[in-house]
């Protein structure tokens, strides 16, 4: 099996383009680095469903997310967050008991809570993309190189406590700072792809392509 460099970070796939290590080279996991991971979003119902999954990814590995991604789809209404903001306590229950989601009661509230205050941000803002965006952070404060040592200080930034902070604030949960980072990370709010890894080129390409909402 191959092994991850220690100083870049990086993992050389069968097809032998250097990627990121953390899909450990596991076929779904690797087209989710390829395809979704840091690629911006500016749709609501995916930014909302990013954001609640990776309230429940928290103390688990994003793998069993990723691996149960549909059956969240399934249980909370493809994340529309219209209808998830209606979902009753029968709805409570039959998501507790739903196998093919991580059946946490705090975070099935969560998850109905969060979606109702996303409709107030909608209110608010004119879509969840556009209060979310505003919180990019400014190139200046980004780091220069991108290597394994660097990324692991990136658990929580200053951007990610500012907006963890204002979602609290808004009434939100299961938002803590390293959830709201790794919810960046995962909309393109940030590219972490590593330096040298195949898909940071083309991330930074799409980002520089796409118009930020307002």
Request: glycine share 8%.
């Amino acid at each position: 099996m191959a092994e991850r460099d220690e100083i870049t970070g990086l993992l050389t796939g069968e097809d032998g383009f250097d990627r990121c290590w953390w899909h450990g080279n596991l076929e779904d996991y690797q087209r989710y680095h390829d395809q979704e991971w840091g690629q911006p979003v500016d749709n609501d119902i995916r930014l909302f469903e990013k954001i609640c999954l990776e309230g429940f990814q928290s103390g688990l590995s994003w793998l069993t997310i990723l691996r149960k991604r549909e059956g969240f789809r399934n249980a909370f209404a493809g994340f529309d967050f219209e209808k998830v903001a209606r979902f009753t306590d029968e709805d409570v229950e039959r998501c507790v008991a739903d196998a093919a989601i991580v059946r946490h009661r705090g975070k099935i509230r969560s998850t109905i809570n969060n979606a109702q205050r996303a409709i107030e941000l909608r209110e608010e803002f004119g879509t969840l993309a556009a209060y979310f965006w505003r919180f990019e952070p400014r190139p200046e404060n980004r780091p220069q190189k991108l290597d394994l040592a660097v990324a692991r200080t990136l658990g929580s930034t200053p951007e990610s406590t500012a907006l963890s902070k204002d979602l609290k604030k808004r009434g939100w949960s299961f938002v803590g700072p390293t959830t709201v980072y790794a919810f960046m990370q995962s909309m393109g709010m940030v590219n972490d792809h590593l330096d040298g890894c195949c898909c940071r080129a083309q991330v930074e390409a799409a980002r520089a392509a796409f118009k930020r909402p307002v």
